[in-house]
């Protein structure tokens, strides 16, 4: 294969002529004057195109029948971004002759075709014109369409005009042809696709998402995440920097990263899934917190964070987990998990015993959870400021480490944090360390866990406060409930099912009452759940980690070696050199 698709021939760029060579893996030319070599490994190019073709702003084609523009990805190290920065790179070669041009042009294609065989060719694009700073519609239509269409990606583009709209859509409709589904907006847009994949494809493969113990079969769809929210944690935690034209070049070379996610149950009821947080106490109080102040933005966050700080709570809770094995990993191991994470393709190799990549989706080993060798339960009980579950490190601008720096995308695990209940000062302390590289588990009154499942109980005689909590929060236990076709049901309409602007409650709905503490005489004793981002209507919960049942269209970080190789003198990027071998 290698062999059929290497070319070498002398082309010009500008007036220095250079020696070109297509080898299998890679593109190179070296001028020949200068002694200097851009190179661009194959699955790195975007599009190959005749004649002399600009595409940003806008794009010119200025024809010459002897002319053919490469684009590529150039990694830009600007802002301290360490090369995770992605543009679009741009050549233009003139050939000695038009047969030159177009053989080049072909053996280009043909190389690009054959190197990165998950590129999508459809993609249906959800944009929320309301996530973030509202910017999702000029985001797509001035930065990613362009690059979709240079790729030959057709899209069809749905702008959103309510909640769980995208969420509706990949439920029911017509999904075939389509390689993979894209999102412009922040967790929440997120978050819909990925209950909207897995339950269709739950549904079609006929299983009961309500058992907690059914093994989930794995989404066929990859899906893209174009950040345009608040947090863009998922986007930040899978790429590395938040930035539309980097996650658009990923969606476009086909890149692969498979995910973990985790199933929340309450009594035999499936509630919903989660890849980045199920937090309680801190988490769900800021949250709940925050949803009163949507129309801050982001900032909303900060606000909320410094409130909920200064109401100085913390909730009684019995916490059960199941350890996942202590041979493979341990949460303060110290490790992060970059592109090629050895570990998370060692339970690739698992899931997918017959399949040279991850792109053979419904081959998976499955085990269903009561036989996954379940070992034994560990129970806590106390007085903890909150109690979190994430499946990977949950790194945002935030907290460029994360909620659990070591935890991995893809190991089938997640890894439990417990902050019991602490002075003022100290849980302050927890708090900043993930705004920074001091290790926020080490601290007298934190523990962490990598696990395969935890159970969230109240002590006896607080139920009933459970209950007085969730109602009256979004998502309250009398409005929707998952049904077994994977469904929503409920008699009220759920605050995010409302459009922009008509979230207002009255005081006595609208004043948490986790916060009470600030206003009020009483202060209640039971938290809400945050799971990535939507406020849980259950207090008493099992949560399970699914090994990769979803794919992104994403790499993982690249370590800061590969990562700042701008194309230029060879320097190989490490990703594919472990691909090759
Ligand atoms: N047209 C729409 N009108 C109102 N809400 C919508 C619409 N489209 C999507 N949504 C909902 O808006 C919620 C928030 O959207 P999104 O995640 O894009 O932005 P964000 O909240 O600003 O970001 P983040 O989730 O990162 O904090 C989502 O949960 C989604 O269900
Ligand atoms: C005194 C300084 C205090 C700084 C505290 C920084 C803590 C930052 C931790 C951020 C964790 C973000 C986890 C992500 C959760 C998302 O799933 C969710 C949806 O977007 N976001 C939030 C904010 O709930
Ligand atoms: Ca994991």
């Known amino acids: 294969m290698e062999t059929d698709l290497r070319l070498e021939s002398s082309l010009w760029v500008g007036n220095k002529r250079h020696r070109a060579v297509l080898t299998g893996w890679y593109f190179n030319w070296t001028d020949v004057d200068k002694k200097k070599t851009i190179s661009v490994p194959v699955a790195e190019v975007v599009g190959v195109e005749e004649g002399q073709v600009q595409v940003l702003p806008q794009k010119t084609v200025v024809e010459k029948d002897k002319d053919f523009t490469v684009f590529y990805v150039k990694r830009s190290s600007t802002g301290g971004s360490s090369g995770l920065l992605w543009r679009l790179g741009q050549t233009q070669f003139s050939c000695p002759s038009r047969v030159l041009r177009d053989q080049w042009i072909k053996q280009l294609r043909t190389a690009v075709k054959t190197h990165s065989p998950l590129r999508p060719s459809k993609l249906l694009v959800f944009i929320n014109p309301y996530g973030g700073k509202k910017r999702g519609r000029q985001i797509y239509s001035s930065l990613v369409a362009p690059l979709f269409e240079l790729a030959g990606i057709s899209s069809n583009v749905i702008v959103t005009e309510r909640a769980n709209q995208a969420r509706d859509h990949l439920l029911k409709k017509d999904l075939t042809d389509l390689d993979g589904v894209v999102c412009v907006g922040g967790d929440g847009m997120f978050s819909e696709l990925l209950h909207g994949l897995i339950d269709r494809t739950q ?76 937090g309680y106490g801190f988490y769900g109080d800021v949250l709940a917190e925050s949803e009163k102040h949507r129309w801050m933005g982001p900032l909303r966050y900060d606000y909320s964070g410094t409130m909920v700080y200064l109401s100085n709570r913390s909730y009684q809770g019995v916490v059960e987990y199941l350890p996942a094995d202590p041979l493979l990993s341990s949460p303060r191991d110290k490790t992060r998990c970059l592109s090629g994470c050895t570990l998370c393709s060692r339970s690739t190799e698992r899931l997918f015993p017959n399949s040279s990549d991850s792109g053979s989706l419904y081959s998976a080993n499955f085990s269903s959870f009561s036989n996954d060798s379940e070992g034994e339960w560990v129970r806590v009980e106390g007085s903890f400021r909150c109690v979190s579950l994430t499946c990977m490190s949950s790194s945002c601008p935030k907290s460029p480490l994360g909620l659990s720096p070591s935890a991995h995308l893809a190991d089938g695990t997640g890894d439990l944090v417990l902050v019991w209940d602490t002075h003022p000062l100290g849980f302050l302390k927890f708090l900043h360390r993930h705004t920074s ?145």
């Open 203 to 278: 549904q079609e493969a006929g299983l009961c998402v309500n058992d907690p113990a059914v093994a989930l079969q794995p989404c066929p769809l990859h899906i893209g995440i174009i950040p345009a929210g608040s947090t863009d944690c998922v986007c930040y935690t899978t790429v590395g920097v938040i930035d539309p034209v980097t996650s658009a070049l990923h969606i476009v070379l086909g890149d692969s990263q498979p995910l973990d996610v985790c199933s929340v149950h309450h009594a035999s009821v499936l509630v919903r899934y989660s890849v980045s947080l199920v």
């Open 437 to 581: 590289t001091q290790d926020q588990f080490d601290l007298p009154f934190v523990e962490v866990h990598r696990v395969k499942a935890i159970r969230f109980s109240l002590p006896s005689g607080k139920e009933e406060e459970a209950h007085e909590a969730v109602v009256g929060q979004k998502g309250g236990p009398d409005e929707e409930v998952y049904t077994d076709t994977g469904s929503w049901s409920g008699s009220q309409q759920r605050l995010s099912d409302r459009g922009p602007g008509q979230e207002t409650r009255s005081h006595q709905k609208t004043v948490s009452p986790f916060l009470c503490g600030l206003c009020c005489s009483k202060s209640p004793s039971v938290s809400v759940w945050n799971c990535d981002g939507e406020i849980l209507p259950f207090t008493e919960i099992l949560c399970r980690v699914h090994c990769q049942l979803v794919h992104l269209y994403a790499r993982g970080i690249e370590d800061g070696a590969a990562a700042q190789n701008s194309n230029e003198d060879d320097t190989r990027c490490e990703r594919r050199c472990i691909l090759h071998k």
